[in-house]
T-cell receptor, first 111, second 112 residues
Framework: DAGITQSPRHKVTETGTPVTLRCHQTENHRYMYWYRQDPGHGLRLIHYSYGVKDTDKGEVSDGYSVSRSKTEDFLLTLESATSSQTSVYFC??????????FGDGTRLSIL | AQTVTQSQPEMSVQEAETVTLSCTYDTSESDYYLFWYKQPPSRQMILVIRQEAYKQQNATENRFSVNFQKAAKSFSLKISDSQLGDAAMYFCAYNNTDKLIFGTGTRLQVFP
């Protein structure tokens, strides 16, 4: 398996609180991605990074921010969590010319 | 904008039989990649097979093969000799700018 670790694996929190999810890679890949998975929607891209401090928005970026200060870490922050952000979040990495490899996902529940 | 459509929310197959999952996509690009990912109940996303659009030959990985019809923008996955472990969600995905666009998935059940 590609060296991708997502933390935490599960989290329950309350509406209005900030939440940060972490993705850590040991592959030194340039590209990192955050997706959310919801029933009936497949996976949808939230944000992605193409290098340290280089990030861009995806399809469903509202309410989320990201940061990448090191090649190996890509953080996803929900600034003020809402119930609509209850989802399973996946991180993925890629060299750019190869398929993306995914982490094991984080199940986030916002009450 | 590119889109990916999987029109079969659920499919079922008997063990040892063959099943085909459908996927269509829309793009104006000529150079791109297509993928099938498998997601078992463990939630992992596992790459099954990859097809480069410039290659006419259909990709094959053991019991998994694709039927890539570029003009029709169709990319179906055939699973031969189905096994119980093939039961999962299957996602078709499109990529031409380092971003994946996924279909909504097909849940495959395998019966003994």
């Amino acid at each position: 398996d590609a060296g991708i670790t997502q933390s935490p694996r599960h989290k329950v929190t309350e509406t209005g609180t900030p939440v940060t999810l972490r993705c850590h890679q040991t592959e030194n890949h340039r590209y990192m991605y955050w997706y959310r998975q919801d029933p009936g929607h497949g996976l949808r891209l939230i944000h992605y990074s193409y290098g340290v401090k280089d990030t861009d928005k995806g399809e469903v970026s509202d309410g989320y921010s990201v940061s990448r200060s090191k090649t190996e870490d890509f953080l996803l922050t929900l600034e003020s969590a809402t119930s609509s952000q209850t989802s399973v979040y996946f991180c993925a990495i890629s060299r750019g010319d190869q398929p993306q490899h995914f982490g094991d996902g984080t199940r986030l529940s916002i009450l | 904008a590119q889109t990916v459509t999987q029109s079969q929310p659920e499919m079922s197959v008997q063990e040892a039989e063959t099943v085909t999952l459908s996927c269509t996509y829309d793009t104006s690009e000529s150079d791109y990649y297509l993928f099938w990912y498998k997601q078992p109940p463990s939630r992992q996303m596992i790459l099954v097979i990859r097809q480069e659009a410039y290659k006419q030959q259909n990709a094959t990985e053991n019991r998994f093969s694709v039927n890539f019809q570029k003009a029709a923008k169709s990319f179906s996955l055939k699973i031969s000799d189905s096994q119980l472990g093939d039961a999962a969600m299957y996602f078709c995905a499109y990529n031409n700018t380092d971003k994946l666009i996924f279909g909504t998935g097909t849940r495959l059940q395998v019966f003994p």
